[in-house]
């Protein structure tokens, strides 16, 4: 297969909808997603080890193998336990300079506000893993709660044989307080209601199969969750400066992903077009999961477009509020400041999008399916809430005292006008 140039001004609406339309493809599941559901949170353990049979053909031992991942943090090869260790260190610097300071300040005579934050108790994360090795979902989602001060952060991950140890080792690492031998989704119903085993939580949040994001979906409400996160996306916006080898090269990494995986390149160069579709061909054939990649390339929501400038580049790029957004221009920075959509943003030809998968510190659970329009990914603020803080004086309430009792008046809200002019009335004062 050769990849095709698309001009895009020449896509028609099914073209632009399976663009800027994509979904997580978790409405074909959701029925069985909710039987299993609920049989986990009325039966516990009893469901988790009955699923975890059926649908990983493992026999749960234990549930709970918190201790397994620090004997893996023991036994892993040093240079994976040292890589491990930087990209957490990484991750958790970036993180911390995220965390918000309570403030309060005057606004005006005798009004006091400010705003402080705390945060949330329990929080579950869910990390793929099973026979394979994600220890960077593990740093990723763990990290930053440790960061923001949770008390208790489970993680459930799928179930194997033999578990992978850089997976566990990286859990370790991260600062987990307890892991559960679960996947799919059992493992979220598990965190999101409590068994006998695992602790019930107050938000989950951690990437996985439309299982597990169909789960997520199911049990919002009752849990709070980061978002419902679909296969991974890019969009590669580059111009005549480019080298088309490495825009190609970002859109076969991320192909390889999955075969539903949205990879996409939009240039106003026509030669750039032409080099970088070449390029994908060719990368593509050179790696091993070139089934993957292949089937991901086909997916509609891929391809090489050829815009008539780049002002309309730039408006695809926003309208498709990419997962992933690499810029490789003469003027990265003059592009970024008109694309507001995007969950990260990689600027420049070396920076590539693995460097925040892995380790450059930034946070790889990102919104997909444009849901970067709306919020951005994963943070310490994910798993702080804050609270508002007032205190007026005699003066400030004076001040403010007709204001609120005409609203409260027009509202037909007596009492509170009441409350406020009892006080006046009253003369209360204080030393403030």
Known sequence: MTVAVQELADLGPADRAAFFERDAGIEAVRGDVREIVEQVREEGDVAVREFTSEFDDVELGN????DACERAYENIEDDLREAIETAAANVREFHEAQRPEDWREEFGPGRELGRRFRPIERVGA???????AYPSSAIMTVVPAVVAGVDHVAVVTPPADELNPATLAAIHVAGADA?????GAQAIAGLAYGTETITRVQKIVGPGNRWVTAAKAEVRGDVEIDFLAGPSEVVVVADETADPDLVAAELVAQAEHDPNASVVAVTADAGTADAVA???DEQAHAREREDVIREALENDASGVLLARSMSEAILFTEEYAPEHLSIVTDDEDAVLERIDSAGSVFLGPNTPVAAGDYASGTNHVLPTNGGARLTGGLSVETFLRSTTVQRL????????????????DAEGLEAHAASVRRRLEDGVDDET
């Open 63 to 66: 549930i709970e193998i918190t």
């Open 126 to 132: 869910y990390v793929p893993g099973g026979s394979a």
């Open 179 to 183: 892991v559960y031998s679960v996947g």
């Open 278 to 280: 070449a390029a994908v």
């Open 393 to 408: 004086s005699a003066e400030g309430l004076s001040d403010l005292g007709e204001t609120i009792t005409t609203l409260a």
